[in-house]
C-alpha cells in the first residue's frame, strides 16, 4: 500500500495513477485490474526507459487498494515513488513518462508532487492567477488527456455541485477533472512552463548520455 506521509524526502518524486474502475469492485479483482493497468502502462513507456539510465531509483509502479495519506482516505490507485538524488532530469523525465501515459489512456488522471509539493505549479508560478499556487492547490493538480489541470474553486453556488470547495477528498477531485475537463485545464501559458521543460523527450535521452574511454591493464582485457 501507499505510504501516509506528510512530506516526503528530498529529492523524491511521488505519483499516484487513477485509473477508470468498477464500481465496488471485489478487492481481489481490484488487485488485478490494477496489476493489468500496471502491465500496460510500463509496455506504453517501454521503449522510451528501456535507454534511459537512471541516477538512483527507477520509475515504478504498485496497485495501492487503499491506505490514507494525511488522515485523508485514499482511493483505489496505482502508486510510484522515485529517488533521484542529484539528477533533476529523472524526475522531469517521470513528468514527461506521465504526460505521456495520460495522453495515451483514456480516463487516467495522475497526480505528481516532490518534496517541495505541487512542483509543476512552482515551475510555471511567473503566469499563475492569484489564488493559484502551490499552497492553495492541495489535492487539485492533475494531468489528463496529456495536458495539466487545476481544479478551479466554485465561483458560485451553482458550481459548487461539479467544483469542490476547499480541500477536495481525491475521489471527488478526480471525478471532477474526468467529468469537467473543460473548467479544469489550465491556459496553455501556464502549461507551456512544464511542457519546456520535458520538451526534447525521448529524443533527449540519447543526447544527455556521455560516452568516455577507459584504459585498463592487458592483464584484466
Same mark, same amino acid.
Given at each position: 500500500?501507499? @505510504?501516509?506521509?506528510?512530506?516526503?524526502?528530498?529529492?523524491?518524486?511521488?505519483?499516484?495513477? $487513477? @485509473?477508470?474502475? @468498477?464500481?465496488?469492485?471485489?478487492?481481489?479483482?481490484?488487485?488485478?485490474?490494477?496489476?493489468?493497468?500496471?502491465?500496460?502502462?510500463?509496455?506504453?513507456?517501454?521503449?522510451?526507459? #528501456?535507454?534511459?539510465?537512471?541516477?538512483?531509483?527507477? $520509475?515504478? +509502479?504498485?496497485?495501492?487498494?487503499?491506505?490514507?495519506?494525511?488522515?485523508?482516505?485514499?482511493?483505489?490507485?496505482?502508486?510510484? !515513488?522515485?529517488? &533521484?538524488?542529484?539528477?533533476?532530469?529523472?524526475?522531469?523525465?517521470? #513528468?514527461?513518462?506521465? &504526460?505521456?501515459?495520460?495522453?495515451? $489512456?483514456?480516463?487516467?488522471?495522475?497526480?505528481?508532487?516532490?518534496?517541495?509539493?505541487? &512542483?509543476?505549479?512552482?515551475?510555471?508560478?511567473?503566469? +499563475? @492567477?492569484?489564488?493559484?499556487?502551490?499552497?492553495?492547490?492541495?489535492?487539485?493538480?492533475?494531468?489528463?488527456?496529456?495536458?495539466?489541470? #487545476?481544479?478551479?474553486?466554485?465561483?458560485?453556488?451553482?458550481?459548487?455541485?461539479?467544483?469542490?470547495?476547499?480541500?477536495?477528498?481525491?475521489?471527488?477531485?478526480?471525478?471532477? #477533472?474526468?467529468? $469537467?475537463?473543460?473548467?479544469?485545464?489550465?491556459?496553455?501559458?501556464?502549461?507551456?512552463?512544464?511542457?519546456?521543460?520535458?520538451?526534447?523527450?525521448?529524443?533527449?535521452? !540519447?543526447?544527455?548520455?556521455?560516452?568516455?574511454?577507459?584504459?585498463?591493464?592487458?592483464?584484466?582485457?
Amino acid at each position: 500500500a501507499a @505510504p501516509s506521509l506528510q512530506r516526503l524526502s528530498d529529492d523524491t518524486v511521488e505519483y499516484r495513477l $487513477f @485509473p477508470p474502475l @468498477p464500481e465496488q469492485p471485489a478487492a481481489d479483482g481490484l488487485q488485478d485490474i490494477l496489476s493489468g493497468y500496471i502491465e500496460s502502462y510500463l509496455s506504453a513507456i517501454s521503449h522510451h526507459v #528501456v535507454e534511459y539510465i537512471w541516477h538512483r531509483e527507477t $520509475f515504478n +509502479l504498485s496497485p495501492s487498494i487503499g491506505g490514507s495519506l494525511n488522515d485523508v482516505s485514499l482511493p483505489p490507485h496505482i502508486y510510484g !515513488r522515485t529517488h &533521484f538524488g542529484d539528477n533533476i532530469e529523472d524526475e522531469w523525465f517521470i #513528468v514527461f513518462l506521465l &504526460f505521456s501515459l495520460s495522453r495515451t $489512456f483514456q480516463g487516467l488522471v495522475i497526480s505528481v508532487q516532490d518534496n517541495d509539493g505541487e &512542483f509543476l505549479l512552482i515551475e510555471s508560478s511567473s503566469d +499563475l @492567477p492569484k489564488w493559484m499556487d502551490a499552497t492553495t492547490c492541495e489535492n487539485r493538480v492533475y494531468l489528463y488527456g496529456g495536458n495539466l489541470h #487545476v481544479i478551479p474553486y466554485p465561483r458560485s453556488p451553482a458550481e459548487l455541485t461539479c467544483l469542490p470547495y476547499g480541500v477536495p477528498d481525491l475521489a471527488d477531485a478526480v471525478n471532477a #477533472v474526468r467529468e $469537467f475537463s473543460t473548467e479544469t485545464r489550465v491556459a496553455s501559458k501556464i502549461e507551456s512552463h512544464v511542457l519546456e521543460r520535458i520538451q526534447g523527450y525521448p529524443m533527449r535521452i !540519447r543526447s544527455d548520455q556521455h560516452v568516455t574511454q577507459c584504459r585498463i591493464p592487458a592483464k584484466l582485457a
